[in-house]
């Protein structure tokens, strides 16, 4: 009885084992994410634990982070890895804001997400920029296909907005935690709406630093069909 409530810890249903996070803040030293390289390798330990398989590194490239280049960035992924012995396999790309100095970045180079020239973006989380339609046009004809970060957590998008956008045929980058309400109770409810409506292409873990994300994970509990659905953009993630 009331079987169709019961919900489940993701840990431990396995969901998360074998999967590949195209989304994560673990360079060290770079964003707002892990501050040294200690920092780094616990997060990365606690990802194998978990069952994950390969990840994503993707720093972010705003103004605010102006020393990070695609050349930069290289060069220190390049150093971190020499120090990483794990089994996770460590991929190199980059979060890209929509802001001023983009049509710069576009010009004078990227680092692509996943194996198909994918770029993953994002905006600020309350305002629109004044140019996202261009912006996002001008990446289609440099030849990437725009990857929306956690477009649940952006206060001023309506359900409009995310629907002329997947009509545009960009895709949509579910993170994990807005479902367990860490990001708040808004993000939580859109993210659940855009989930059900078949929105999500993908899906990551945007992780910054463990101290509260680690311990909402593993006592993070969904139901069945959420669940089956996160699978889906698990196996999709796989394809990118
Ligand atoms: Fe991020």
Do not use: K
């Given at each position: 009885m009331f079987g169709f409530k019961r919900k489940y810890n993701v840990v431990q249903s396995?969901?998360?084992?074998?999967?590949?996070?195209?989304?994560?803040?673990?360079?060290?030293?770079?964003?707002?994410?892990?501050?040294?390289?200690?920092?780094?390798?616990?997060?990365?330990?606690?990802?194998?634990?978990?069952?994950?398989?390969?990840?994503?590194?993707?720093?972010?490239?705003?103004?605010?982070?102006?020393?990070?280049?695609?050349?930069?960035?290289?060069?220190?992924?390049?150093?971190?890895r020499t120090r990483y012995a794990g089994p996770l396999s460590l991929r190199l790309s980059s979060e890209y804001m929509l802001d001023a100095l983009f049509p710069d970045r576009l010009q004078t180079g990227l680092l692509p997400l996943g194996d198909k020239q994918h770029l993953l973006v994002e905006t600020s989380y309350m305002f629109s920029p004044p140019d996202l339609d261009s912006m996002l046009l001008d990446i289609c004809k440099a030849g990437y296909t725009p990857v929306i970060a956690h477009p649940e957590r952006y206060g001023y998008m309506s359900a409009a907005d995310h629907q002329a956008l997947k009509e545009k045929g960009y895709a949509f980058q579910l993170n994990l935690m807005s479902l367990s309400g860490y990001y708040g109770t808004y993000a939580r409810r859109v993210g659940e709406q855009l989930l059900e409506a078949g929105s999500y292409n993908y899906i990551g873990t945007d992780l910054h630093h463990l101290e509260r994300y680690q311990p909402m994970l593993d006592s993070f509990k969904l139901s069945r069909r959420h669940l089956d659905l996160l699978a889906q953009l698990i196996e999709n993630n796989n394809q990118l």
């Open positions: 396995g969901l998360l084992r074998g999967m590949r996070d195209i989304h994560a803040h673990i360079l060290p030293g770079v964003d707002d994410g892990a501050a040294t390289a200690t920092q780094s390798l616990e997060i990365l330990d606690y990802l194998a634990q978990l069952g994950f398989r390969e990840v994503w590194f993707t720093p972010h490239v705003m103004e605010d982070c102006p020393g990070n280049t695609p050349e930069a960035l290289t060069r220190q992924f390049e150093a971190f």
